[in-house]
């Protein structure tokens, strides 16, 4: 499909997309060192005028590894209804609690440059003694909110409706050890409050087609084996059922159509079709067992389901989709439709549990067409499964699916690639010299298998020759390496490790490899990235050391880096202000700078908050409620160039016109998504380079992928760049809705913007 759209700016004709000329920008959210980009056509200089002085591209206040912002905090606490004005982060009420201010431990940006974010682990600074003994009683159910930047960056905060997401008011109906018999209750507290039953930490968010946010799972926490009125005993973290939806319209929270199954740490993606797919997560924590399924006690969720957006119902797909993965499984939707397993997760049940957990050193795809998974390749490693035959492997071990047919298909895989395999280990055992276990095999195997707390983030994506957008490369640097016999916990100390793992994909053909670029100049653990609109990638806070191990004694890790996808090295940037090393956040803005935020610790060794930051620690007195802003060197300098008008709102294989104001210099493209970000991970992030396919003055047409994988419905930025011996200097954005039309639900919503924005066209049409 290449359709090429026409409109009309005061009677002249003009190639745009299905709604009226935009920029960004609106409500004054970028800082002064940006170009205002609303969308009148800029008027014509008056004659007798001079021309003012253009100012130095470069001005004197640059730095080259850019710069954070001082840190700045929500100024109130609500107490008992009474706003309280505090620079504080917590204040002591009447009972002796804490009411602290909410931290970031999730974030995504909103159709309107604002910015949603949901609390993490509140509750924990009312810990006294331990938080396994005490956190089922004194948690309580996560708030969120809005954060916008005003005019010289002036922040403002907006407390959503429902406050804390409005899941279970009236309680979960929580899946205890003694549930279903007449013991039921006796030997837990799931039933003793309701303020705790529907909490958002722990869920997944996602971006929906039409600008709203998805949140699905999260906690309900309970002591078991636990008493009604004692304050002790042992937490239960519970993966709950709920799917809410935010309207960044209304700001407010709604309940959708529940999950067949609680998911604690699930990973969600967006389909083709624009359907929504999660895998894993755990429905208990602590202590998964479940006398109603034997066969799934001790592992992670192994089944998946697919959310429809215009029924807001979930499906539970057939077994042949089920599949053992870590928590947070990387999940990415790849040129061909399918989902893409990296072999990286959240290494924690807390330390394990999943008696399934080698599979997760596999990377793996799933084929929503045919629902089954296909085994690529141990991680890291010249290994082709499906080449030799096991391909069905991690599907014919999973015993939910351990059926006659699964066993034929593996039996005939194996039996028609047995010369295959044999090869295959050869070769990954010797050398061009026949020498074993080189150096470089060695490397190689310490490095592969999964990956815990580590990102895996989609460099941009490139057309070939043919305008076709057929390979991915994802980035996977740092994180708790698994030593590639272990899984989870894995090592405790952080690998500085950096690869690169390139798919190819023809069709349902898939092909796949890895190779090591320059290493981090130094080991982190949970560090965020961040794909910058000059195709680098940055990557934020962390720690020294794995936080989740051993709690309260991780060193913070405060200097960025940066990586250039051209000479695949690494370079130390600017530092922040806060340490954040556990549940941070970092989200690209529409100006092209980056909010930096989150840090909620589980509290020391799992026991108060104990802060040991004169050992040189990082600090654990608490969540941060604190955000900063990194400018990048680009966001600094005078020349960026200018989006003048773009389309809002474009469909795949589109064909349209922007107006930028150095049209002649601008050599790159790039359609970024916004970011739906927790826990290190956004399956739908993505970044596409369009390609210029023509220049007429300040006028560039672009063309839209023809594929609605390379492009899934939903809320991007466009960013364009031009190249300087500094470095690449992108413009702000305008924001682009990708729609897809052949969805129902949101075709009407198409249908009814397209006369709203064709009424808007009038005046030119007529003038």
Known sequence: MNRTRIGFYRGVPILLGAAYLSGCGGDGAESGNTADTRTEAPAVADAAQPSPRPLPAIPENYSPIGVFSAPFAEPTIVVDGEVVETDEKCITIEDGLQECKPAAGTMALLPDDRLLYLNALEGTENVELSIVAEFGEVSVNDQTRVLSLGNDDRPDWLKPSPLRGGANPDGNDSETLLGGTPLDGLLDTADNTNRNDGALFCSDVIGLADGSVMAVGGTDYYSEPGIDGLPLGVAELEGIKNSRIFDPTTNTWRQTGDMNFGRWYPSMVTLPDSKIFVASGVTKLLKPVYPEEPINSGRNVVQTETFNPCTGVWSQNPSTADRSLPLYPRLHLLPNGHVLYNAGG??????????????????ATFDPASQRWNDIGYAGLPLRLDEVGLGQLASTLNLTNLTEEQLRLFTEDLLSSTDGLISSVTDLLTSPDDSLLTTDTLVKAIGGGMRGSTSSTMLPLRPNENGEYNDVELLTAGGVPSYALLTSPGGYLPTDQSRIDRIETNGDQIGYESRLTGALNQPRWYGTNVVMPDGSVMVFSGGTRDGVVLPGLEGAIMTAERFDPDTETWTEMASGHRPRTYHNT??????????????????????????????GLAPNDGRDPSFEIYTPPYAMRNDRPTILSAPEQLSVGDSFTIQ???????????????????????????????????????NLQLEMPGKQSVVPAGQYMLFVSKSTPEGRVPSVSAPIAVVNEALQCQGDATMAQLGQDMFELLPGISG
């Open 660 to 698: 930028v104001d150095q049209a002649q210099d601008i050599d790159k493209v790039l359609l970024i998504r916004r970011t739906v970000m927790t826990h290190l991970i956004d399956g739908d992030q993505r970044a596409i380079e369009l390609p210029v396919k023509a220049r007429n003055g300040r």
């Open 586 to 615: 970092a989200v690209l803005m529409a100006d092209g700078r980056v909010m930096i935020g989150g840090h909620a610790p589980i509290n020391t060794a799992y026991l108060s908050h104990i802060s040991l930051e004169d050992f």
């Open 346 to 363: 959240q290494a924690f049940n807390p330390f394990g549990q999943g008696y399934d957990q080698a599979l997760w050193n596999i990377v």
